[in-house]
């Protein structure tokens, strides 16, 4: 598999691995185990990006980015709320607010990163999907 391929899979894995954790952890925000899973998770992700994104194509720089840190920022500010005993209900509020804003990078930058990761990898193979019809699946191709 050549280098851009590589460099690609890996990106995606630690995508998918940042994002399960995250999903994981919003079902148990409660569980500090499944908090700092996530936060490793998303630092894995964020090490990869800040090293590696001179090798990525632009557009998924900016959606991988922008996702990247939303994500962060998210988390770090619901990891402090979540810290916090006994919390008064201003405190949950803003518990609520951080869980949400994380949860739609989730659900609304995710699949824009997800499908910019997969046009870049179709290319890199030569999958032309001008070929593919709409409601057709496409071929399926080895790893």
Same mark, same amino acid.
């Given at each position: 598999? #050549?280098?851009?391929?590589?460099?690609?899979?890996? =990106?995606?894995?630690?995508?998918?691995?940042?994002?399960?954790?995250?999903?994981?952890?919003?079902?148990?925000?409660?569980?500090?185990?499944?908090? /700092?899973?996530?936060?490793? #998770?998303?630092?894995?992700?964020? #090490?990869?990006?800040?090293?590696? /994104?001179?090798?990525?194509?632009?557009?998924? =720089?900016?959606?991988?980015?922008?996702?990247?840190?939303?994500?962060?920022?998210?988390?770090?500010?619901? /990891?402090?709320?979540?810290?916090?005993?006994?919390?008064?209900?201003?405190?949950?509020?803003?518990?609520?607010?951080?869980?949400?804003?994380?949860?739609?990078?989730?659900?609304?930058?995710?699949?824009?990163?997800?499908?910019?990761?997969?046009?870049?990898?179709? #290319?890199?193979?030569?999958?032309?999907?001008?070929?593919?019809?709409?409601?057709?699946?496409?071929?399926?191709?080895?790893?």
């Amino acid at each position: 598999m #050549r280098s851009a391929q590589k460099l690609l899979r890996s =990106c995606y894995t630690l995508l998918l691995e940042a994002a399960d954790a995250a999903k994981f952890f919003a079902a148990n925000p409660n569980d500090l185990l499944l908090g /700092k899973e996530e936060w490793d #998770r998303h630092l894995d992700l964020y #090490r990869f990006f800040h090293i590696k /994104k001179i090798y990525l194509p632009t557009a998924l =720089c900016a959606v991988l980015g922008n996702y990247e840190t939303r994500m962060r920022l998210s988390i770090g500010t619901l /990891k402090i709320y979540m810290s916090i005993e006994n919390a008064r209900p201003e405190i949950v509020s803003e518990q609520v607010k951080a869980m949400r804003e994380a949860w739609q990078a989730l659900e609304t930058d995710l699949p824009a990163i997800m499908a910019e990761l997969e046009k870049e990898f179709r #290319r890199l193979l030569g999958v032309e999907l001008a070929n593919v019809k709409p409601g057709v699946e496409s071929p399926i191709l080895p790893l």
